[in-house]
């Protein structure tokens, strides 16, 4: 299964959006499981449901920093913005609220998550932007030289 496969089968199975990205990297990463899904666990949703950045694109952030912990921060920030810059070339956008209303489905910014459902799903871009945003992130690290197991 691919990293990007694997996102899209951990955004299926419960996990937010920022979630299934950073732990579709976590055996690469070699850090805790727990920990990143902890830490991931708010950025669903754009950021807490506010549907601002996308949480696949946040989680993709998060192991962009994972991944290159000697960079500066302004070699950082360009990598960010490369990543950034290529999601919204494919999608549109990199903004959870743009993404939701080009497919239709209204962005909701109430606390209250929705249940999991199969209309959940049926309805929402989410599974194929995980996806990407999960393909993006792997071609960046190999372009960059890191090594993926």
Same mark, same amino acid.
Do not use: W
């Given at each position: /299964?691919?990293? @990007?496969?694997? @996102? ?6 419960? &996990?937010? =959006? ?7 990297? !976590? *055996? &690469?990463?070699?850090?805790? =499981?727990?920990?990143? %899904? ?8 754009? /950021?807490?449901?506010?549907?601002? #950045?996308?949480?696949?694109? +946040? ?5 962009? *920093? ?17 990543? !950034?810059? %290529?999601?919204? @070339?494919?999608?549109? +956008? =990199? ?6 209303? *080009?497919?239709?489905?209204? @962005?909701? #910014?109430?606390?209250? !998550? ?11 871009? =989410? ?17 960059? *030289?890191?090594?993926? +197991?």
């Amino acid at each position: /299964m691919t990293r @990007a496969e694997q @996102a899209k089968q951990n955004f299926l199975t419960g &996990d937010t =959006c920022a979630q299934a990205v950073l732990l579709a990297f !976590a *055996g &690469d990463l070699n850090a805790d =499981c727990g920990l990143l %899904r902890d830490i991931s666990r708010p950025f669903g949703g754009g /950021m807490g449901r506010l549907r601002l #950045t996308c949480g696949g694109v +946040s989680g993709g952030v998060m192991a962009l *920093g994972l991944f290159f912990p000697d960079l500066t921060k302004s070699e950082l920030y360009a990598l960010v913005q490369e990543y !950034a810059r %290529r999601y919204s @070339a494919r999608f549109g +956008s =990199c903004i959870c609220g743009e993404l939701l209303a *080009g497919a239709g489905v209204r @962005a909701d #910014t109430s606390v209250q !998550a929705e249940p999991r459902t199969p209309e959940y799903y049926k309805k929402r871009p =989410c599974p194929e932007l995980v996806y990407g945003a999960a393909e993006i992130l792997e071609e960046l690290l190999k372009e960059h *030289g890191i090594p993926l +197991s």
